[in-house]
């Protein structure tokens, strides 16, 4: 699993737009906005939502199912497995976790299968395992991985536990989100 930031952007636009809410300097601003960014009053936090972020993830398709609960302020670009899953024979680094050398031969024997128009892609996408690795280019605010933190932090799925260690490593302002 991989998660790099790519781009983060708006934290200068952010505070202007907080000063003016609060008539003071842009400088006052900066210091006053991690007080605010967990949001003492409705709309105090408001100013998460412009500043953005641009992550590169691999998340096994199990993950890219729960994210697309932040469909708020988010997009994602990603590696279409309909015109990628039939390219290659796949291997164990394809997965989040290793999967039996039995799967991964019959999951292989269907893109063959699929490749020689044996079967649509309706039948190779429904035996791929949800550990099956996808990448994509998510952008989301900052209040979208506030969000994602306070939801998915100890989750049952401990893979979300990696993501919010790498995402919270690698922005500029994790203040604004713990």
């Known amino acids: 699993m991989n998660i790099e930031l790519l781009s983060e952007h708006g934290y200068e636009e952010a505070a202007l737009g907080f000063s003016l809410s609060y008539n003071t300097s842009v400088e006052r601003a900066k ?25 590169d993830v ?32 796949l291997t164990q680094e394809d ?3 290793r999967i039996s050398n039995t799967m991964l031969g019959a999951i292989n024997k269907k893109i063959i299968e699929y490749n020689e128009k044996k079967i649509n892609m309706t039948i190779l996408k429904a035996h791929l395992p949800e550990g099956f690795l996808q990448r994509r280019i998510w952008n989301m605010n900052y209040a979208t991985l506030q969000n994602i933190v306070c939801q998915r932090q100890s989750h049952k799925v401990k893979l979300w536990d990696e993501f919010i260690e790498k995402a ?11």
């Open 31 to 55: 210091v006053l906005m991690p007080k605010y960014a967990h949001g003492a009053a409705p709309g105090e936090n408001k100013f998460l939502r412009i500043i953005w972020l641009w992550f």
């Open 168 to 178: 919270m490593s690698s922005v500029r302002h994790p203040e604004f989100i713990k």
């Open 95 to 97: 997965f989040v976790v």
């Open 58 to 89: 691999d998340f096994p398709r199990l993950l890219w199912q729960e994210s697309d609960q932040y469909k708020v302020a988010t997009t994602t670009l990603s590696e279409s497995t309909i015109h990628t899953l039939s390219k290659r024979q």
